[in-house]
């Protein structure tokens, strides 16, 4: 049995308070919480907290972990060992096959795991270029291959899609048989059968524990979601009073791709692609794990090569006509999955959010004061004001992603990409995202093109869609666009 005793783990100012908790062997747990902190305890056994105070006894030797401050830390990894500037040629990587056999030489164990995984198509695949959804499958294949005694998994559906959520489950179902599980999740419509106990914090601390039936009707639950509505009025209070579009023209069609199609040596990702996204227009991107959503919205943003290669017309400008990228980009907001992993460096956090008027990684500039003005006022708004002057890589996961939002969303863009902007935030912050994002697309605030695989993520005002439909040849994928607009 694992106990927790009058336990305190901290990170950057961030705090876990756990008085008394056990854990029982092959007994599995889920972790319901308002904010963070529960993420600490998967960084504490990774080592990136500390425990300040306190007493944790009976923790096995071989902890498997998936979350994504693991996840970052394989990123670091794997750029480190990027010797793409001494040989001028793209480093892919590490395959999937390379660095599940870092962590298990047996072969029969990689490629059950393979299998268990869904990465069967992706073994030789490099690690910078697999999708968010299969590196997330790949990190949950590493941590099974570590046969370990206890399994952490932190917001393990990020990412998935659908038919991956389900054998996620299924999986899970049966990997309980095996070792004791603790997962932590914000998704509380995904809990698997075999998490009879739900754990549930509240404010940083361990607030009380209870079977899976009781949880629904918590009251804890509501007075979140009630909190959730208030905080988001005001974040989208504050998108409409940070700068006025209305005097600039309006740009009609903002993005045109014609017979738009992505491939690789290996084979297609998309092709017959004819699509617009025309003034007052908010879109949602669907289909499975690597179809190319996030490749469409780096079509959009300029910042994939095939991007030259296909007919773009962007905010006005036809792409590769000699269109000053930056200008472009000045207009568009992203957060995505690789915006997050590049952004490596350590600013303060108050200069995070400020990097989004000059779209830089980092802050090089001297911003006005009223920019400065404007950026405190958003970290008071995600009540993050405490940690100005903390660095990027001291907050969690779910903070810094937060802190993207408000950096993507600080300059008011005319076109926003949100690549599955939720991911790795808690319940209360992503129900919080949630509504501010559908009050913003209400009232037409700016134009938004999303990405998300759950249900219990959509954003009301969204009524146009691009679906990535399998092709009949078993080929790529072939997108329908439609629309639910009256
Ligand atoms: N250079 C490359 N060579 C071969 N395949 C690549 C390359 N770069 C990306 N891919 C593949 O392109 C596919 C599309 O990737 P993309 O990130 O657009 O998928 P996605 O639809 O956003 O997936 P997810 O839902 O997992 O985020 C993936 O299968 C990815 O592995």
Not at 116 to 126: A, I, N, S, V, Y
Not at 152 to 178: F, I, N, W
Not at 397 to 408: C, E, F, K, P, V
Request: aromatic letters at 8%; glycine letters at 6%; charged letters at 20%.
């Amino acid at each position: 049995m694992i106990e927790f005793k009058q336990v305190e783990i901290t990170r950057a100012k961030q705090k876990c308070i756990i008085d008394d908790w056990q854990i029982e062997a092959g007994k599995h747990v889920c972790v319901i919480a308002g904010d963070n902190s529960p993420s600490l305890i998967a960084d504490w056994l990774f080592e990136k907290a500390c425990l300040t105070r306190g007493q944790v006894t009976g923790l096995p030797e071989c902890i498997g972990i998936v979350s994504l401050s693991v996840q970052q830390q394989l990123y670091s990894d794997q750029k480190d060992a990027d010797e793409t500037d001494l040989t001028n040629e793209v480093d892919p990587g590490s395959s999937v096959y390379e660095l599940l056999y870092e962590i298990n030489t047996d072969s029969a164990q990689i490629e059950q795991a393979i299998i268990d995984c869904g990465l069967t198509k992706l073994r030789d695949r490099g690690f910078f270029l697999l999708s968010t959804g299969e590196t997330r499958r790949l990190m949950l294949a590493r941590a099974i291959l570590m046969n370990p005694q206890l399994l952490v998994l932190d917001e393990p559906y990020a990412g998935l899609d659908k038919d991956y959520q389900q054998q996620l489950s299924s999986l899970l179902e049966r990997l309980s048989t095996q070792y004791t599980i603790l997962m932590i999740t914000s998704r509380d419509q995904e809990i698997p059968e075999c998490f009879a106990k739900i754990s549930l914090f509240d404010e940083g601390r361990l607030h009380s524990s209870f079977a899976r039936q009781q949880w629904l009707e918590h009251p804890l639950r509501l007075q979140w979601q009630a909190l959730a509505g208030s905080v988001s009025q005001d974040l989208a209070q504050a998108l409409q009073t940070t700068n006025e579009l209305d005097d600039k023209p309006v740009i009609d069609p903002l993005f045109a791709i014609h017979e738009g199609r992505v491939a690789y040596h290996d084979g297609l990702i998309f092709e017959n692609l004819n699509w617009q996204i025309r003034p007052n227009q908010h879109w949602q991107v669907r289909g499975p794990n690597g179809c190319g959503k996030s490749t469409l919205l780096n079509l959009i943003f300029g910042d994939h090569p095939q991007c030259y290669s296909n007919q773009i017309d962007i905010l006005g400008h036809r792409r590769g006509s000699g269109e000053s990228i930056w200008e472009v980009k000045q207009r568009i907001g992203m957060v995505s999955s690789a915006l997050h992993l590049q952004y490596r460096v350590n600013a303060k956090a108050l200069d995070v959010v400020l990097s989004g008027f000059y779209d830089s990684i980092g802050l090089y500039q001297q911003p006005s004061a009223a920019e400065c003005h404007m950026a405190m006022n958003w970290l008071k708004l995600l009540h993050m004001q405490h940690l100005a002057k903390t660095g990027f890589q001291s907050l969690s996961y779910g903070q810094q992603r937060l802190l993207l939002i408000a950096r993507a969303l600080i300059k008011r863009p005319v076109l926003l990409l949100l690549d599955e902007p939720c991911q790795g935030l808690d319940y209360l912050n992503r129900k919080i995202v949630l509504q501010a994002l559908s009050i913003i697309a209400k009232q037409g605030l700016t134009q938004m093109v999303y990405v998300s695989h759950h249900d219990d993520e959509s954003i009301e005002g969204i009524e146009y869609f691009v679906d990535f439909i399998p092709a009949a040849d078993g080929q790529g994928y072939h997108p329908r666009v439609s629309s639910n607009a009256q």
